[in-house]
């Protein structure tokens, strides 16, 4: 399969796509389009086709797309900031994690921490988002700190910051309630959380990726609780390790309904898992990653089941490559991420993405799709639309396809892409 969508693809509409479609894709889908929530046998549908009905959920999830936020694809320029890689959960899915005694382990310094934001700001950035691993001897209140120090510096930047992973390590430490432990980080100056650990929203998948790692119930509690005091957060899904269609359904389901109840995620971001430095793949429990068919799939349902409740559904361009991103750009997707400047925990497991995209490289890519490239803030405030190319718009080093229009629409697809 290719990673890219196929161009001839681009010119059918969707429509005439879900013409094509089987009876039962073709009814789920137009459910859809009225507006209406799926039901679980009507996403069990969707998350397993193939083929015109494949195209179908495609075109269609890419209409939903342009009826919610229009024809922008949105970015945000911001950095990384990975500032350990020593943690002691023992994901089976992490090529990030060291021991203390390793001899790449690394802890960086909050001045180091501090001097990166500073230089991420004067390059134009307006995020900085902080995660790491979890050493044994943390200072529960380490975050806390780290908050102070970059706002007292840099007070306007949006600090992007700590999974539920790491705000349920704080609170162990701390022994403080809960909501306690959230309202010091948010007066400190936590302005939103990612809504990463989430991997799959199931505990028999979780015990098989990681069974030191928070519990589903411990997930929603950390996000519920976020958004109950105004702190925002993205929500995830990682796919294509051990999991099930029905896994992913359930899953969108489950941030479907708690977006119904706080309204608190700014976007859903889908993770493919990039096996090939981890242990889980290495001792035979996963399979070889996402495929670009799972790609499409997951981006397109995510727009179909999360209809009406999560507007924004961002590519992760570290996971899926450039190719692949502006497939999943044309099958629902609307944002591509943001700049980073600097990643660590997917290189660290084997992919070849992660070091930084720059603003005008995003905008030349967005245009190859015929899309207009927008600037955005971490909460999705437009902060400039670029309706022309400019002097700093140029392709990455990876090659680029080029869509040309065609010049009639050409046959539906049956089983290749």
């Known amino acids: 399969m290719l990673k890219a969508m196929k161009p001839e693809w681009r010119e059918i509409p969707w429509d005439r796509a879900l013409t094509a479609a089987s009876p039962k894709v073709a009814c789920a889908l137009e459910k859809a389009l009225a507006g209406n929530d799926l039901g679980l046998e009507e996403g069990m549908t969707l998350a397993t086709v193939e083929g015109n009905d ?15 936020v229009g024809n922008r694809i949105t970015y945000v ?33 909050t001045d180091t921490l501090l001097a990166k934001s500073v230089e991420a700001v004067k390059q134009g950035a307006t995020e900085v988002c902080i995660q790491g691993g979890l050493p044994k001897d943390l200072d529960g209140y380490y975050y806390v700190e780290l908050l102070r120090a970059i706002k007292a510096r840099l007070p306007e930047l949006h600090v992007h910051a700590y999974s539920p992973m790491e705000i349920t390590y704080g609170v162990e430490k701390t022994r403080l309630p809960l909501s306690e432990y959230l309202l010091m980080l948010k007066e400190a100056g936590l302005n939103s959380i990612p809504g990463t650990a989430a991997e799959i929203l199931d505990d028999s998948v979780r015990r098989s990726l990681s069974p030191n790692k928070l519990k589903v119930r411990q997930w929603i509690e950390v996000i519920r609780t976020a958004h109950s005091l105004g702190i925002p957060s993205t929500s995830t899904m990682m796919y ?12 969108l389901f489950l941030l479907r309904e708690i977006q119904k109840e706080t309204g608190g995620f700014t976007e859903f971001v889908p993770l493919g898992f990039i096996h090939s430095q981890t242990k889980l793949f290495q001792i035979g429990g996963a399979r070889a990653g996402h495929s670009p068919h799972e790609d499409l799939i997951v981006h397109a349902l995510a727009r179909v089941l999360l209809n009406g409740y999560i507007p924004n559904i961002q590519v992760s361009w570290v996971k899926l490559g450039f190719e692949g991103s502006l497939s999943c750009l044309e099958a629902g997707a609307n944002d591509f991420g943001g700049t980073l400047m600097e ?10 993405f992660g070091e ?7 905008r030349a890519m967005i245009r190859t799709i015929s899309r207009t490239p927008a600037e955005r803030t971490t909460t999705y405030k437009i902060r400039k639309v670029f309706d022309h190319a400019d002097s700093e718009e140029r392709l990455p080093l990876e090659r ?6 065609a010049a009639s629409h050409p046959p539906l697809m049956a089983t290749g892409y």
Do not use: Q
């Open 77 to 109: 320029v911001n950095r990384n900031l990975n500032f350990t890689n020593i943690c002691i959960v023992g994901c089976a899915f992490c090529g990030f994690s060291r021991g203390p005694d390793s001899p790449d382990a690394y802890f960086h310094s």
């Open 343 to 352: 990643e660590s925990i997917s290189r660290a497991a084997g992919a070849n």
């Open 240 to 251: 294509g390790h051990t999991e099930l269609p029905e896994h992913w359904v359930r899953h």
């Open 54 to 68: 494949l195209l179908a959920l495609v075109k269609v999830a890419d209409e939903l797309r342009r009826r919610a």
């Open 400 to 405: 680029m396809p080029v869509f040309a229009a």
């Open 356 to 362: 930084y995209v720059s603003p005008g490289e995003f």
